[in-house]
């Protein structure tokens, strides 16, 4: 699925990764649409699930649709940097490849840099140099500037091979 979200009007976008189709349109704050988004969710997990089990989770069963009150702060990640620095809740993950290549160097074993579950990866830097950026502005190209704000704190998770599930970090 390739979803969009508009905040301003709460609408929700669905469609096909493959071919584009529009699957869904709702507009959350409106109880009939959120409804019809969650049995889409629903029917959409239970299509997906090869496993047979009663774990709502696992089914598709009981989908609700929730989101933060009006006029109170949310976000959907593991850190609250932003919201204390500025009050934004847009939290953007950098990771620098060769510094995941010198991290695999070191470690001796290879680290894929998708276990460290970045939103941008990028190219080219010396390794660590990301960590100089802080308290700095950083271009990404001509129209999107991002303040960065802290070094990422990462929970142990990232010790796992994500192809493996073995800990060899």
Known sequence: LQTEYDDLSTRLTVRSKESHALLLQAVLDESQEREMAERFFEAHLR???DIA???A?????????VRAMAGSVHQFGNTSSGVKANG???T???VNRE??????????VFVDP????ANILFDELPPWEEFQWVGHRVAIGAEVELQVIKRTVR?????TDPATAENNL
């Open 92 to 94: 953007i993950h950098l």
């Open 47 to 49: 299509d997906c699930s």
């Open 114 to 117: 998708l276990r460290f579950r």
């Open 155 to 159: 929970c142990a998770g990232t010790c």
């Open 88 to 90: 934004d809740v847009r």
């Open 57 to 65: 989770n696992v089914t598709g069963r009981g989908v609700r649709i």
């Open 99 to 108: 510094t995941v290549r010198c991290l695999s160097r070191a470690a001796g």
């Open 53 to 55: 089990s009663s774990d």
